[in-house]
């Protein structure tokens, strides 16, 4: 089948009863988002000249601004590249589906479109240059949880690190009552207030989340203070590690990003999840103390790319002849 029309969707009640396996493109979250001041979900969906769905992806345009530093300005993403009926050509639908989307996005007015977390590094590499995207090499990091234990993999050092921490009191569960998310989506906006790459969405879609079969809220506490945490999110075999915090300068010896991110480890290898995805391992600098961090409890790094486009002409050309000098 070739696709004839693709539909960006802006309602729920307008969409189709789509069949999905990725939360990341679903109803649920598209509703999730619906819900959540400052974001607007936007579902691409392709379609045969039966009236057949094809494949569809869903794009979330944030809205952000602040008093101080005085700013204002909406950003799209994209995680990951869509879902598509089996047998179908993956690249010329995604191709098409990104043309709707940012001819779309640009009416709203976003100062850029940011893909991530595309399976493979070389995806849809010509239909994002030729819609003016450019690629910014980055890195993403995965933990194998099948074939052995998150214990066999991390080495003495980190197990003594984890162990003091125990010994000095820190604690890891669930956050069990609305007051505790929203206790830790107080701490994750304060850790990354003056960071302009991530943006923090409201607390009301954490709660949706925490709600939701999707998603467990993590934590890491002090006497009973919370000093590091994590969202994770399940799909197919996968948990996907997609917001964490840790005050490391304030309890440097309760060590709350190791124990953070090893309470994570834990909790999606007693849940039988094939593999913990980090979605965000910052910037890609040569030095980064989050992503050491990581990769300390035995994580594959795989080179990969983000995709970004600015509105302005001008503006995209430069930032991306020097993203990619």
């Known amino acids: ?23 990341f493109h679903s109803e649920d979250f598209f509703r999730m988002l619906e819900q959540t ?29 602040s008093f101080l530093p005085p700013y204002l300005y909406s950003c799209g993403r994209i995680y990951g590249e869509g879902e598509y009926a089996p047998g ?47 690629p910014v090499r980055w890195l993403q990091i995965h933990n194998s949880l099948h074939s052995k234990p998150p214990e066999a993999r991390i080495s003495e050092k980190t197990k003594k690190r984890i162990e003091s921490a125990f010994d000095a009191g820190v604690e890891t569960r669930e956050a069990s009552t609305e007051e505790e998310v929203q206790a830790f989506h107080k701490v994750l906006r304060r850790y990354y207030r003056f960071k302009f790459q991530r943006f923090i969405p409201r607390r009301e879609l954490f709660l949706l989340l925490w709600k939701s079969q999707y998603c467990k809220i993590l934590l890491t506490l002090s006497k009973g203070r919370i000093i590091g945490g994590s969202a994770l999110v399940y799909t197919g075999k996968d948990a996907y590690l997609w917001y964490m915090v840790s005050r490391n300068k304030t309890h440097l010896i309760q060590h709350p990003r190791s124990m953070t991110i090893w309470h994570a480890l834990q909790h999606s290898h007693e849940h039988g999840f094939e593999h913990l995805r980090f979605m965000n391992v910052g910037l890609p600098f040569s030095k980064n103390p989050i992503r050491e961090s990581i990769l300390r409890f035995g994580g594959k790094p795989t080179s990969t790319f983000r995709w970004f486009r600015f509105s302005f002409g001008f503006v995209n050309k430069i930032v991306g002849w020097f993203l990619n000098d």
């Open 1 to 23: 089948m070739k696709c004839v029309e693709v539909k960006i969707i802006e309602k729920s009640e307008e969409l189709p009863g789509i069949a999905y396996r990725n939360f």
């Open 37 to 65: 001041p400052g974001c607007t979900p936007y579902m691409a969906v392709a379609y045969s000249k039966e009236g057949t769905i094809l494949a569809h992806i869903l794009a979330v345009v944030y809205r952000r601004g």
């Open 88 to 134: 179908e050509s993956k690249n010329d639908l995604f191709g098409e589906m990104v043309e709707a989307l940012t001819r779309r996005l640009r009416r709203r007015m976003c100062l850029y479109i940011e893909f991530s977390n595309l399976s493979k590094k070389m995806f849809g590499y010509r239909h994002l240059r030729r819609h003016g995207y450019f």
